[in-house]
Nanobody, 124 residues
């Protein structure tokens, strides 16, 4: 079993920055790809970013490209999401997840473990 705990969310003005962290415990996640998703009120959970095991490959949804950066520290069993130039439409609960099995990084169904989420609110 893997337990994931996100932190770093909060309230920020538009144009501001936040860095989310996702710490894993119970099992090392350094051998698995990981991802960040978000869910706004009344909307489905959507893909934000993903990172390969080594961290050498990263993937982003179009709306965050150039603004968000996903990274990982396998020694600390932690994945990060640096969010710059935040917009009100980035407001959501952000979740990290681990993909143990194969499949596209884009779909929630391909992820096996999830954190409880952290709220990010961007005011205009």
């Amino acid at each position: 079993q893997v337990q994931l705990v996100e932190s770093g969310g909060g309230l920020v003005q538009a144009g501001g920055s936040l860095t989310l962290s996702c710490a894993a415990s119970g099992r090392t996640v350094s051998n698995y790809p990981m991802g960040w998703f978000r869910q706004a009120p009344g909307k489905e959970r959507e893909f934000v970013a993903a990172i390969s095991v080594s961290g050498g490959r990263t993937y982003y949804t179009d709306s965050v490209k150039g603004r968000f950066t996903i990274s990982r520290d396998n020694a600390k069993n932690t994945v990060y999401l640096r969010m710059n130039s935040l917009k009100p439409e980035d407001t959501a609960v952000y979740y990290c997840a681990v993909r143990v099995n194969s499949g596209s990084h884009y779909y929630t169904r391909n992820y096996d473990y999830w954190g409880q989420g952290t709220q990010v609110t961007v005011s205009s």
